[in-house]
């Protein structure tokens, strides 16, 4: 079974400019996540989705950062402005109704802004 | 609310045995448990519901305290290969919320 794929792995950017990350989730998961990761720390919840609907964005912050999963399986998350402190890794995730709401995740998109 | 781990950081020479722990100030639902070596992704190494019991595998094993919200990952004989950061993610309801993750416990294991 084909796990969670994520592209680009590795982006550099300049404060200020644009940058946007893609997702496929592993077939059949309904419930796609984005989480922010920064150097030294654990996984933080950026936006929940549920097929195509938005569950929880709560900690997206909303001026700059913006996602979709508009069919319902690959997802796109955008960054614009970026400012230094979105230097992250962007990690993409699904889980599954069925069973235990374990969640897989992609190998990741490193983003360094300068 | 972000679940506490304990300790922060260990290294262990190969055979050695550790705990983390997993705390949380609210009811929990469910805890799992990931292993994240640098540049990868974190992979999934076991969940535990409330209610149930211990679990684990080869030499990992892990036990969930309701009464004192409290999880507990056990390596036992570590090899090279335990290194990693390991992190818990808590769970407060059931049925398909997001999991909030501690800040991990890098473990190093030496030969």
């Known amino acids: 079974e084909a796990g969670v794929a994520q592209s680009p792995r590795y982006k550099i950017i300049e404060k200020r400019q644009s940058v946007a990350f893609w997702c496929n989730p592993i077939s059949g998961h309904a419930t796609l996540y984005w989480y922010q990761q920064i150097l030294g720390q654990g996984p933080k919840l950026l936006i929940q989705?549920?097929?195509?609907?938005?569950?929880?964005d709560s900690q997206l912050p909303k001026d700059r950062f913006s996602a979709e999963r508009l069919k319902g399986v690959d997802s796109t998350l955008k960054i614009q402005p970026a400012k230094l402190e979105d230097s992250a890794v962007y990690l993409c995730?699904?889980?599954?109704?069925?069973?235990?709401?374990?969640?897989?995740f992609g190998e990741g998109s490193w983003l360094t802004v300068v | 609310q972000q679940p506490v781990q304990s300790p922060q950081a260990v290294i262990l020479r190969e055979g050695e045995d550790a705990v983390i722990n997993c705390s949380s100030s609210?009811?929990?639902?469910?805890v799992h448990w990931y292993r994240q070596k640098h540049g990868e992704a974190p992979v999934f190494l076991m969940i535990l519901l409330k209610g149930g019991e211990q679990k684990g595998h080869d030499k990992i094993s892990a036990s969930f305290n309701e009464k004192k919200q409290q999880s507990s990952l056990y390596l036992t004989a570590s090899q090279l290969s335990y290194s990693g950061t390991y992190f818990c993610g808590t769970e407060m309801n059931s049925g398909n919320t997001p999991l909030v993750f501690g800040k991990g416990t890098r473990l190093s294991v030496i030969a």
């Open positions: 995730a699904s889980s599954s109704w069925r069973g235990d709401n374990t969640i897989y």
């Open positions: 989705f549920q097929n195509n609907g938005v569950v929880d």
């Open positions: 609210k009811a929990l639902y469910s």
